[in-house]
């Protein structure tokens, strides 16, 4: 597993971007088996977990603070999963990370993630 994310950027509060975070290792297969997380961090602070989805892409999890706001999916044809972040807040910038997991709970638990993407920066200008 190898993962790149993008789309990251600035934005004015109540705007939207859709991060894309992609699998470049050798095995379709080995993608459609984990969890797929997205987790941020901002300046000075621990990594939060943000959301969460299992590999058939029926359950979702989030955090409270983006519930009703971001929605995550995966496209496991394409091994990539998304964050498609609506209502944007200053308090949502941050460096975000995708993550992948081997089924491992708690999901919202960074240290259950093997694979970490690279991250890429969102800033939510007031």
């Known amino acids: 597993v190898q993962l790149q994310a993008s789309g990251g950027g600035l934005v004015q509060a109540g705007g939207s971007l859709r991060l894309s975070c992609a699998d470049s290792?050798?095995?379709?297969?080995?993608?459609?088996?984990?969890?797929m997380g997205w987790f941020r961090q901002a300046p000075g602070k621990e990594r939060e977990f943000v959301a969460a989805?299992?590999?058939?892409?029926?359950?979702?999890y989030y955090a409270d603070s983006v519930k009703g706001r971001f929605t995550i999916s995966r496209e496991n044809a394409k091994n990539t999963v998304y964050l498609q972040m609506n209502s944007l807040k200053p308090e949502d910038t941050a460096v975000y990370y995708c993550?992948?997991?081997?089924?491992?709970?708690?999901?919202?638990?960074?240290?259950?993630?093997?694979?970490w993407g690279q991250g890429t920066q969102v800033t939510v200008s007031s």
């Open positions: 989805i299992t590999w058939s892409g029926g359950t979702p």
């Open positions: 290792g050798r095995s379709f297969n080995s993608f459609n088996s984990y969890v």
């Open positions: 993550a992948a997991n081997p089924l491992r709970w708690p999901y919202r638990h960074y240290a259950n993630y093997d694979y």
